[in-house]
């Protein structure tokens, strides 16, 4: 099992930046392939980006390729969504999740609000 607390959500206005934190803790975190998830008011939950441990590799959804990227530190086991150029449509609660590569569940964070303001 892995556990993840994310942190650095908050209040942003319109072209600014935030930093997502997710502090994985458990056992072979970096077995685990991390995501980063969305789910905007009112709408269905949306892939963000993923990154895996050991090369680094990561995939970004269109919606923020460009303005966002996804990075790891492997010696605190804490992966981060960096948002830049932000805009009122990428308001919603985010969250990190972990999955095996072989697994069909995730396991999830508490997930943490980004409100965006125009």
């Known amino acids: 099992q892995v556990q993840l607390v994310e942190s650095g959500g908050g209040l942003a206005q319109a072209g600014g930046s935030l930093r997502l934190s997710c502090a994985a803790s458990?056992?072979?975190?970096?077995?685990?392939?991390m995501f980063w998830f969305r789910r905007p008011p009112g709408k269905e939950r949306q892939l963000v980006g993923t990154?895996?441990?050991?090369?680094?590799?990561?995939y970004l959804a269109d919606s923020v390729k460009g303005r966002f990227t996804v990075s790891r530190d492997s010696a605190k086991n804490t992966v981060y969504l960096h948002m830049n150029n932000l805009n009122p449509e990428d308001t919603a609660t985010y969250y990190c999740?972990?999955?095996?590569?072989?697994?069909?569940?995730?396991?999830w964070g508490q997930g943490t609000q980004v409100t965006v303001s125009s």
């Open positions: 458990g056992r072979a975190v970096s077995t685990y392939v």
């Open positions: 990154i895996d441990w050991n090369g680094g590799s990561t």
């Open positions: 999740a972990a999955r095996l590569a072989s697994a069909t569940s995730h396991y």
